[in-house]
């Protein structure tokens, strides 16, 4: 039997249920192989089978569960061909025979509900077992998307805007380190679960702001990579609910995806942060990225990067007109995120703020300090930034050299347009907000 067209209806059903589900499927199968890229091997096996039958057959009442099943079977058919010992071949089987005694005639009518045991623990050792810091960030990035993510390849490739053998690679060479590391399928404890959830909210964020500013390409803004962030950061949310910084990031990727349709005009054309129409922001949310942000402060101790940062979000997302916004408050908050995660791109943020609420030549005092930092050499918002507070101070040729060399640094084709007009523009007077600080 061959498998449908990619563009007929069942294939569309089969690839959305896959994407809910295939992320559950082979973190369930790496419980019982402890090896996550034999795992999605199998649970790609559990897909394909899909595709043969259910387009013949109908789809399962519960295809999750027979997605789950399927893939068991392939997982354990793997156990015994390598003939392991046999107490631990007989305890598997055990375990496999006691969860799965739905006979194929009647799958629909009866599913056991131990398939659902412990998926929410396999999720987390999953999502900590892709996001190992073993891996180049590239290569978390990568392999989250392709196994909590569902994506396919090609997908991965065209959001990144890169070709599909080198997404393919990263991503087979990532399950081969983490083999050869032998990285445990376990969550870790203790004083390691911080560093290690430092990695996977740094992977989730990654592939949100991919989304959110494009670092390449002719499309300044990807939504569906945002949206795929947003959902793995709502999934860590409700597995870690009690972790404040979980909650902090999902607040952050709220809010800030809130303004997505009001970031681009019609022609896809950039629109600025002050210059956004916010009766286009989305209040849904908004609110939702206020209620994280709640959650995130309420939890004991200090606050974290991202809920910060999520702090200085919801200045924005509060102030009804651009005029609005509380900027002295959002120059404290960036005083506080400096002193917990300080970077030179942290400082960038804080001068623009320093800017907008105590005037250009504060800001440009803190910019001028950054000129010669070895990592914002090539950093296109940097000579952005100045040529923003220079224009405001009426030093319009500086103005425009610092515009036309951010042009020169961006990837992205709709923003090195914006830029180039701004430095056209800059003698017929500039609106400040070079960066969404």
């Given at each position: 039997m061959g498998t449908p067209d990619p563009g007929s209806e069942a294939a569309r059903t089969i690839e959305a249920i896959w994407h809910i589900e295939a992320a559950k499927v082979i973190a369930s199968v790496a419980r019982m192989l402890r090896d996550v890229g034999l795992a999605e091997e199998f649970a790609q096996d559990a897909l394909v089978a899909a595709l043969e039958h259910w387009p013949a057959a109908g789809v399962p009442d519960n295809p999750g569960a027979w997605l789950m099943t399927t893939a068991k079977r392939r997982a354990l058919d793997h156990l015994r061909h390598e003939k392991l010992?046999?107490?631990k071949r007989e305890e598997l089987s055990r375990e496999f025979d006691a969860q799965h005694t739905i006979a194929a005639a009647d799958f629909n009518d009866r599913v056991d509900d131990a398939l659902?045991?412990?998926?929410?623990?396999d999720l987390l050792r999953l999502i900590f077992t892709a996001c190992h810091p073993v891996l180049s960030p590239e290569a978390r990035s990568a392999l989250t998307l392709r196994i909590m993510g569902g994506l396919s390849t090609d997908e991965i490739a065209r959001a990144y805007l890169k070709p599909e053998a080198t997404i393919a690679q990263r991503i087979v060479r990532a399950k081969r380190t983490l083999a050869a590391a032998?990285?445990?399928?376990?969550?870790?404890?203790?004083?390691?679960?911080?560093?290690?959830?430092?990695?996977?909210?740094?992977?989730?964020?990654?592939i949100f702001n991919e989304g959110y500013s494009a670092t390449a390409g002719d499309d300044w803004v990807r939504p569906a990579l945002c949206e795929e962030a947003l959902r793995l950061g709502r999934v860590l949310a409700g597995?870690?609910?009690s972790e404040p910084e979980v909650h902090g990031l999902v607040a952050l990727m709220e809010i800030q995806a809130s303004r997505l349709a009001a970031?681009?005009?019609?022609?896809?054309?950039p629109i600025l942060l002050l210059d956004q129409d916010r009766a286009r922001w989305d209040l849904l949310l908004i609110r939702?990225?206020?209620a994280a942000l709640e959650h995130a402060e309420s939890q004991s101790g200090p606050l974290g990067p991202y809920t910060l940062q999520a702090a200085i979000a919801a200045c924005h997302a509060r102030a009804a007109t651009a005029d609005a916004t509380d900027w002295a408050c959002i120059a404290a908050l960036y005083d506080a995120l400096a002193q917990v995660a300080p970077s030179p791109v942290v400082t960038l943020n804080r001068a623009v703020a320093v800017a907008m609420a105590f005037g250009p030549v504060a800001g440009l005092e803190i910019v001028d300090t950054l000129l010669g930092e070895p990592s914002l050499e090539n950093y296109h918002l940097l000579p952005s930034v100045r040529g923003d507070l220079l224009a405001r101070l009426d030093r319009i040729a500086e103005a425009r050299a610092e515009f036309e060399r951010a042009a020169t640094l961006t990837r992205n084709a709709r923003e090195r347009a914006l830029l180039l007009a701004r430095a056209a523009a800059c003698t017929r007077g500039h609106r400040p907000g070079a960066v969404d600080p």
């Amino acid at each position: 039997m061959g498998t449908p067209d990619p563009g007929s209806e069942a294939a569309r059903t089969i690839e959305a249920i896959w994407h809910i589900e295939a992320a559950k499927v082979i973190a369930s199968v790496a419980r019982m192989l402890r090896d996550v890229g034999l795992a999605e091997e199998f649970a790609q096996d559990a897909l394909v089978a899909a595709l043969e039958h259910w387009p013949a057959a109908g789809v399962p009442d519960n295809p999750g569960a027979w997605l789950m099943t399927t893939a068991k079977r392939r997982a354990l058919d793997h156990l015994r061909h390598e003939k392991l010992a046999a107490p631990k071949r007989e305890e598997l089987s055990r375990e496999f025979d006691a969860q799965h005694t739905i006979a194929a005639a009647d799958f629909n009518d009866r599913v056991d509900d131990a398939l659902s045991d412990d998926v929410g623990d396999d999720l987390l050792r999953l999502i900590f077992t892709a996001c190992h810091p073993v891996l180049s960030p590239e290569a978390r990035s990568a392999l989250t998307l392709r196994i909590m993510g569902g994506l396919s390849t090609d997908e991965i490739a065209r959001a990144y805007l890169k070709p599909e053998a080198t997404i393919a690679q990263r991503i087979v060479r990532a399950k081969r380190t983490l083999a050869a590391a032998h990285v445990p399928f376990e969550v870790p404890r203790g004083t390691e679960l911080a560093d290690r959830l430092a990695s996977v909210l740094e992977v989730v964020y990654l592939i949100f702001n991919e989304g959110y500013s494009a670092t390449a390409g002719d499309d300044w803004v990807r939504p569906a990579l945002c949206e795929e962030a947003l959902r793995l950061g709502r999934v860590l949310a409700g597995l870690m609910s009690s972790e404040p910084e979980v909650h902090g990031l999902v607040a952050l990727m709220e809010i800030q995806a809130s303004r997505l349709a009001a970031r681009v005009d019609a022609k896809g054309e950039p629109i600025l942060l002050l210059d956004q129409d916010r009766a286009r922001w989305d209040l849904l949310l908004i609110r939702r990225g206020l209620a994280a942000l709640e959650h995130a402060e309420s939890q004991s101790g200090p606050l974290g990067p991202y809920t910060l940062q999520a702090a200085i979000a919801a200045c924005h997302a509060r102030a009804a007109t651009a005029d609005a916004t509380d900027w002295a408050c959002i120059a404290a908050l960036y005083d506080a995120l400096a002193q917990v995660a300080p970077s030179p791109v942290v400082t960038l943020n804080r001068a623009v703020a320093v800017a907008m609420a105590f005037g250009p030549v504060a800001g440009l005092e803190i910019v001028d300090t950054l000129l010669g930092e070895p990592s914002l050499e090539n950093y296109h918002l940097l000579p952005s930034v100045r040529g923003d507070l220079l224009a405001r101070l009426d030093r319009i040729a500086e103005a425009r050299a610092e515009f036309e060399r951010a042009a020169t640094l961006t990837r992205n084709a709709r923003e090195r347009a914006l830029l180039l007009a701004r430095a056209a523009a800059c003698t017929r007077g500039h609106r400040p907000g070079a960066v969404d600080p």
